[in-house]
Each structure stands twice: as C-alpha cells, then as structure tokens.
Nanobody, 123 residues
Framework: QVQLVESGGGLVQAGGSLRLSCAAS????????MGWFRQAPGKEREFVAG????????LHADSVKGRFTAFRDNAKNTVYLQMNSLKPEDTAVYYC????????????????WGQGTRVTVSS
C-alpha cells in the first residue's frame, strides 16, 4: 500500500504561482512513477504531468507545458507540481497518483490516489 497526501492548493490570481506537494508513505516511494491529475466541476479527470521513479523523465500535458513542472525528492518521499502563470481554466481539484513502472496518462492505470487539493484561479 502507498498512502498519498496532497497539499498546497488554494486561491490565487491569474498569473500567479502555486506549488503542490504530494507526500507518500508506505511502500518504497522510489519504486513508483507518479502522476498529477486534475478534475474540474462537470469534467472528467485529466492528466496534467507525470514523473518516472528516478525523476529523470517527465511528461506534461500540452495545456500546461511551459507553465507547470513536476519534480520529486525521493529522500523526502515527496513529489511536487510547480504551477506558474496560472489561468482560470486551471481551476480544479488536483490529485497525485502512483503506479509501478512508467508514467501513464490514463487515470485508470494508477493504483494509488491522494484525496486531492483544490486550486482556484481567479481572473
């Protein structure tokens, strides 16, 4: 089992920045690829970013590329999502998720999920 707890969400004005954190406990964190997903009201959960177990490989959705960056610190069992130049359309609940092996963009491919942290971007 892997337990995931997100933090760092909040209310920010358009153009601002937030850093989300996802703290993991349980099985060896370094064995897992991590994904960030988001879900806006009335919409399906969508892939935002992912990072492989070592942190040497990342994947970002086109909608956030150049603005968001996923990174991790395996010594702290934590993965992060740095979000810059935020837009109102980034408003959503953000979730982190874990799976063994490689990053996948499909939410169904992830075994473990956090409870989510809400991000609201005002215009």
């Amino acid at each position: 089992q892997v337990q995931l707890v997100e933090s760092g969400g909040g209310l920010v004005q358009a153009g601002g920045s937030l850093r989300l954190s996802c703290a993991a406990s349980g099985r060896t964190f370094g064995n897992y690829a991590m994904g960030w997903f988001r879900q806006a009201p009335g919409k399906e959960r969508e892939f935002v970013a992912g990072i492989n177990w070592s942190g040497t490989g990342t994947l970002h959705a086109d909608s956030v590329k150049g603005r968001f960056t996923a990174f991790r610190d395996n010594a702290k069992n934590t993965v992060y999502l740095q979000m810059n130049s935020l837009k109102p359309e980034d408003t959503a609940v953000y979730y982190c998720a874990a799976r063994p092996s490689s990053v996948m963009v499909q939410a169904g491919a992830y075994d473990y999920w956090g409870q989510g942290t809400r991000v609201t971007v005002s215009s």
